[in-house]
């Protein structure tokens, strides 16, 4: 017997063939998509297709989805592009930034033109939606799209993206009111589907607030695959909040990849409440020295929620700092895996490095699988990882109920301190009284909870 | 107020309490002393309602109630309160808000309202400062980073809003720099009243100069082997347990 036909079965179970419905799909939309006028991103959408088929659908086989059977959540049939027009007073509660953000509002992948608006930006600065920047930027969108990262659901992002954003400040632009990027989801009854494509440059020296929402008004099956990617130069800072509040059973899938020049300094929250399936990838590269990266998160699955964060720092060049915090609050049948890596590449000395990653699982139903890891090829380094699971403290809750506070609420104020402490890392009041209120509502204490950040 | 007869307490199948018996009325300063390991914190933590001490024989009655059948929340409604040996660190919530939810629900079970926040915040600011505790370590995290001094202070700064019924207070005194003994002492002395019973557990006679009790005893062995006045305390400060106790003190 040869070793060939062997391969071939251990290499299909990586991946299983994706549902007919995304080739169909394509077909209906592509004559709609944006760019579609043009040949070679025509070219390059059927290319991508053809790439995410051939890639499809990873399995718990593969690595990087060990926790998570992916395709027994996304791999069904979806609508792209489904109308829906929700009224102005669902949506308002999730418009931040402040009276002056700028942002563009996408409901299942349609810019909603009356409730987005990017003026008045310093000159050097463009917010462009996709559709608007594959007209004036064809070439520099299309080497995007292009770009292969051997990962299915970038390919599919790029056979149909029709909503994102292209970002850019050019050397030493400073926008001082964040920008809010916000995906809206109404599944209806038709499983909608979107795939946000966002391209973030900062040039050196430029700096930017991005509150980065994503929120299902309703439940129902629908998927949201993004791809964010771009570039910050030479001291530039982007604080980077993220809010996935996506409703029950939908799923949102995103990859987050970054290139970090010299001094750059990134701050990524990510909170993670609500949804089927949330899948959220970082992938950041340090390119340079002095870096500062910091990325934390929290999830609070429960009730079947599935929660998988995946983290990649990459120290390529020596003296930089990186640090991620992430948290889990594990409720009844929450799942909440976590995989993070450090990588120091050869030469990059002085590096600093930290990884943790804090779980309280309270309930026996629930699963937490937590897997740091760090890759070190140089010698002068300080790095650490950890990773705690457990319940709440026994001696705390006593003391607490020894004062008078009954068991629930000194349970719901325990939840709180742990969480909270990655609340307060987002970089926006508005976004961070929006998640408060998002986490609030799924503590079993959430009104008084509230009253504690007030008083504090 | 508080009667406790015949205690046998276990912990992890190991007997700690072997038979304590002990009655304080209202107004009374019981003071416990006693060898480490004896198990007074063991008493101190089975009468706030702690879990992991199993009773395996005797009882205990607060006022007219069966204290061991009630939730340790239930216990501090009731007008219990344990300044403990170690306080707990409790980082992400506020002092200052972890006090106003303990005093309501207090408040509640005695059918008073809610404090005003006008209110609350005259009565900590008081109550602060009679016991030396700057406005900054109100608003900090529970006893996060607070030093031993001033988990003790916090502890008496608890006590003095709650104004429970019977205090026990467990070792409230070690830690303490001279001058903070005196100002916990005095925040003691200010709550005691007729209606009020304490019980005191501490290693030195130095605190009893300061908070003077009516009864002091002797506890070796998971039982109270003496009892006697104020000048008890003084004995066994100069002999020892040893030469107080005699053969009664267990190897
Ligand atoms: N949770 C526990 N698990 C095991 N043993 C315990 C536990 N709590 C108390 N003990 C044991 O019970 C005995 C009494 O302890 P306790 O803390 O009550 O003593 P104490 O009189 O307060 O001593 P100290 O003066 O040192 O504070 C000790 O031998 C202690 O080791
Ligand atoms: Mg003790």
Redesign the interface.
Known sequence: MSAGPAMVVSASRRRIDPDPSFTRAFAELAPRLPGSDRQEIAALRARSLARFTELGIPTQRDEAWKFTPVGRIVNRPHAADVPAEPPLERILPHLLGGPKARRLVFVNGRLVPQWSHVGGLPEGAAIESLTRALERRTEAVAARLARDDGRSFTALNAALAASGAWIELAPGVVLSDPVQLLFVTVPGASAPMSHPRVVLRLGSGAALTLLESHVGLEPGPALTNLVLEGELGEGASLAHDRLLLQADEAALIGKVELVLGARARYDQTTVALGGSLLRSESEVSIEGEGVECRLAGLAVPRAGEHVDTLVRVHHRAPASHSDQLFKSVVEERGHHAFAGKIFVHRGAQRTNAYQKNDNLLLAEDGEVDSKPELEIYADDVKCSHGATCGEL????L??????????T??RG??I???A??LLDRLGDRTARAAARRALAARLPTGA?VDE?ED?? | MLEIRDLHVAVEGRPILKGLSLRILPGEVHAIMGPNGSGKSTLAHVLAGREGYEVTSGSVTFGDEDLLALEPEERARAGLFLAMQYPVEIPGVANMYFLRQALNAVRKARGQDEIPAAEFMRRIREQARLLGIGEELLKRDLNTGFSGGEKKRNEILQMAMLEPRLAILDETDSGLDIDALKTVADGVNRLRSPERAFLVITHYQRLLDYIVPDIVHVMADGRIQRSGGPELARELEERGYEAVLGGRLAA
């Open positions: 403290d026994p001696s705390a006593f003391y607490l109920r020894a004062r008078g506070i009954d068991a609420t000194a104020l325990l709180w301190a742990f909270s402490e008084l504690h008083a504090a």
